[in-house]
Structures are given as structure tokens and as C-alpha cells.
């Protein structure tokens, strides 16, 4: 009698590596979302079927689906009142993935359902340490060009196995800012990008205390690519109710910035004078005097290391000089010093501690998006720019 052998399923993973990007979605904000979540819906319910998307993974204690779709439905209202183009986007992409709305949410909050015994989840009970943020978080660099513009230079770093699970979409608008591109994990609608107008965008995380019911940071990030300027961008920052917090670096043909946050505080952070190329560079800590008390990061994380190693970094040729451009960015995010806590972190062997799982150079200018999908030392970085119709590798 012969044994019949279960057929075994593909990964999210293993489902998205014959994709071609990007994900181009067309026409208002519902229709986009529905393309999406067409040509995603495999490979979004083969990850909600993975421990939740994941987030069981980070937890403790696993959260489950059913608890997780409660708690995701609570950001809904706010979501749909403060940010209406976006809930359409993301009730197109739950139509078009075959999934319920709720589902659709879990992959916008993984930050907020990730995190045990914070926030709303459950307010007011004792506040376990936190170890959502991952080991090695993202690293930003901002900086001006040998040809005067600004360029941000990203690793997007991440816990809970999300290796190969990263997309690119090419959105069009209905604001100002017209079409844009964007890099966001699996089902999510906003991580970091850039648009038609000239603004690029990219987010690190910080912790400080306080969570709200409120839309999360990786959803303003996908308002924020419907705006004209970071003029714009920063006023948006600083009005919409926040429900949790981040550094937002913005860059457009005026220059670059960054902006800290808690959820209910802004500051902003500019070039310090005679810094060679306008640099700015953030970890996970916070930088501003008004906000650094604030601080909840933890302690063993790798923030101010990362951040002393981009000092030592720009003391040598040809940052030192002013003579860097988006090449020397790219090395900046491949560097390996005090590996495993480096900037292109490979990860410790546990889906807790982060690892890059993207490589990004903006160019907002250019309207140009370098990504590696994957760490930047060993993974090929592929151009694409809005005016194009096609991936230029």
C-alpha cells in the first residue's frame, strides 16, 4: 500500500519570486487597490496563512487571526475619516486578494500588532520590554549630490522572516503628487518611495511611549506621496493623529529634512552648517534634545553603533571631501563593520532581530528609484524612474 504524500504549499515567498516589477495600478484610489490585490492575492493569503503574516512570529505569545482581524478593525474608522483616498485603496486591494477587510488591515499594522502589550491592545496592562523594533533597524542617509540634489539612501530592515517578501508598486494619484513608486513589504500600500512631483520619502523606526487607535506611520507615508512638496509632507506629519512613532525623511528639489515623532510631538531636523554635502543620517534613536528624553529604544539594540559607524565612514575619502554620489550611498549600505550589528545586517538567526531585506536610493530629482531587493552587498540593485515603461537594471 503506497503512501500519498501531501502536496506541499508554496510560500508567500516562493509565490512572489516570479513576479515582475513593478505592480502597476491605474485609475482612482478603489481600482488601484483591486489591481493589487490582483496580482498580489496569491502570494497576500499564502502570508496571512504564515503565523498571521508573520506577526505571530514577533510576539511572546501568538496573537492568532481572529484577534488580530478584531484589533485591526478598530483602526478602520479613523483610517477611513482621516485618510479616505487610502482606506479606498485598501478595500480595492481586499476585493481584488479575495480577503477580508480585516485582513486587508492586519497588513498595514504590523507594527501595532506586532509589539506584545502595548498600545491599544491592551491599555493599561504592564508594559512588557519591546523587541518589535528588531536588532538592527533601518539606516538613513540624506545628502546633497555632486550635481546639487538631494538623494536619500535607506536600508529597510525588518523582523519576523520577511526575507523575499518585499514589492514594488508604481501607483498612479489623484492629488498633486501625481504617479510614484514604491517599496513596501508584502500588502502593504506605503513604506518608503518617491513621486512625479520631486518628493521622495523614506521612515526609520523610533520607540518612544504612547500608542493610539489612529492611522499607522506606513499608511502617512502613502498620503504623503499624494503631496506636492515636503513643504507639504511636513504639515500633513505634523496634523494627522500619528499611532505610533517615526522618523520621516523627506527630500524634494528645495533640499531634505528629517522629521522626529512621537504621537504627538514633531520635530524637525536640518543640515548642520558646514556638514560636507548637507548630510543627514538617522538609526533609531532620537536625535532632536526635545524628543532624545524620550528615547524608549532599547538597549541592546544596534542604533548607536550604526550611527558612530557612519561617522567614521564619512571621515574618509571622498565623503570627507564632498565628492560622494548615490555609488558611495550604495557602499554605505552594504558595509558589514561590526557585523552582525552592522548597516547591512544580516540578521541573528531569529525572525525578533531584524535584517535588511531591501536597499533603496531615491533620487527625486530624476524621479528614480534604485532597489536591491535584498542586502546591498550581495544583491543586484534595479533602476526604475516614472518616465520609463520598463525596469532598467
Known amino acids: 500500500m503506497s503512501l ?5 504549499r508554496a510560500t508567500a515567498a516562493e509565490l512572489l519570486s516570479g513576479l515582475a516589477w513593478p505592480i502597476r495600478a491605474r485609475g482612482p484610489a478603489r481600482a488601484r487597490g483591486r489591481s493589487i490585490g490582483q496580482a498580489l492575492g496569491p502570494a497576500i493569503r499564502a502570508f496571512l496563512d504564515e503565523d498571521v503574516a508573520h506577526l505571530d512570529r514577533l510576539r511572546p505569545e501568538p496573537l492568532g487571526r481572529e484577534a488580530a482581524r478584531r484589533l485591526a478593525l478598530t483602526f478602520a474608522a479613523p483610517i477611513a475619516d482621516l485618510l479616505p483616498e487610502v482606506m479606498a485603496e485598501i478595500e480595492g486591494l481586499a476585493e481584488g486578494a479575495g480577503i477580508p477587510l480585516a485582513d486587508a488591515l492586519i497588513l498595514q499594522l504590523r ?16 508594559q512588557p520590554e519591546d ?66 512631483a520631486g518628493l521622495a520619502i523614506g521612515i526609520n523606526m523610533v520607540v518612544a511611549p504612547g500608542w493610539q487607535v489612529a492611522p499607522p506611520p506606513y499608511l502617512i507615508v502613502r498620503h504623503l506621496l499624494g503631496l506636492a512638496d515636503a513643504d507639504a509632507a511636513e504639515a500633513a506629519i505634523a496634523r494627522l493623529p500619528r499611532a505610533t512613532s517615526r522618523c520621516y525623511t523627506l527630500a524634494d528639489g528645495t533640499g531634505h529634512r528629517m522629521i522626529e515623532t512621537t504621537i504627538d510631538s514633531c520635530r524637525r531636523l536640518d543640515p548642520g552648517p558646514g556638514l560636507p554635502q548637507a548630510r543627514l543620517t538617522h538609526c533609531n534613536h532620537y536625535l532632536h534634545p526635545d524628543l532624545a528624553p524620550l528615547d524608549r529604544v532599547p538597549a541592546w539594540s544596534s542604533t548607536r553603533l550604526r550611527t558612530a559607524r557612519l561617522d567614521e565612514i564619512f571621515a574618509e575619502s571622498p565623503w570627507a571631501e564632498g565628492a560622494a554620489g548615490a555609488g558611495d550611498a550604495r557602499a554605505v549600505l552594504a558595509d558589514h563593520a561590526n557585523a552582525p550589528l552592522s548597516i547591512c545586517a544580516h540578521g541573528r538567526n531569529s525572525p525578533r532581530l531584524g535584517r535588511t531585506v531591501a536597499s533603496v536610493i531615491l533620487d527625486p530629482a530624476a524621479r528614480r528609484m534604485d532597489v536591491a531587493l535584498g542586502t546591498a552587498c550581495d544583491t543586484p540593485f534595479t533602476t526604475w524612474r516614472l518616465e520609463d515603461a520598463s525596469w532598467n537594471g
Not at 4 to 8: A, I, S
Open 4 to 8: 500519498v504524500q501531501p502536496t506541499r
Open 131 to 196: 523587541r518589535s523594533g528588531g536588532l538592527e533597524g533601518c539606516t538613513t542617509l540624506a545628502f546633497t549630490g555632486a550635481d546639487g540634489r538631494s538623494l536619500i539612501a535607506q536600508t529597510a530592515d525588518l523582523p519576523g522572516d520577511m526575507d523575499g517578501l518585499g514589492t514594488v508598486l508604481d501607483l498612479d494619484g489623484d492629488g498633486p503628487g501625481g504617479r510614484s513608486l514604491a517599496w513596501a513589504p508584502l500588502g502593504q500600500l506605503g513604506f518608503l518611495g518617491l513621486n512625479r
Open 111 to 126: 507594527r501595532e500588532l506586532a509589539a506584545p502589550g502595548t498600545g491599544p491592545v491592551v491599555a493599561g496592562a504592564a
